[in-house]
Nanobody, 125 residues
Framework: QVRLVESGGGLVQAGGSLRLSCATSGRTFSNYAMGWFRQAPGKEREFVAAISWGGAVTYYADSVKGRFTISRDNAKNTQYLQMNSLKPEDTAVYYC??????????????????WGQGTQVTVSS
């Protein structure tokens, strides 16, 4: 009964920033990894970032490395994706995901069990 709800998407100019949030509810696990995917029109769903339960280990797609930062606040049952230096090619629906696992290097969407409904991010040039 895990539920994920994304927020924080919107329209931003190239070079700008947004912070996405994913509020979670339901059962929490000690090895509960979380992450973000995105899907642009006509494109496959793409891995963005993942984070371990404790927050010490992170993993990023090369396309966002150095620009995006994933974090989590377990006391608030919330994870975040800070997106800086946004580019038009970052435009997509961003999805929050979660999975009970010790392995966060899951770049395929089918490797994650729980999903939010997504939030739209649009970056104009």
């Amino acid at each position: 009964q895990v539920r994920l709800v994304e927020s924080g998407g919107g329209l931003v100019q190239a070079g700008g920033s947004l912070r996405l949030s994913c509020a979670t509810s339901g059962r929490t696990f000690s090895n509960y990894a979380m992450g973000w995917f995105r899907q642009a029109p006509g494109k496959e769903r793409e891995f963005v970032a993942a984070i371990s339960w404790g927050g010490a280990v992170t993993y990023y797609a090369d396309s966002v490395k150095g620009r995006f930062t994933i974090s989590r606040d377990n006391a608030k049952n919330t994870q975040y994706l800070q997106m800086n230096s946004l580019k038009p090619e970052d435009t997509a629906v961003y999805y929050c995901t979660a999975q009970v696992t010790l392995d966060i290097r899951r770049v395929n969407s089918y490797e994650w069990a729980y999903w939010g409904q997504g939030t739209q991010v649009t970056v104009s040039s």
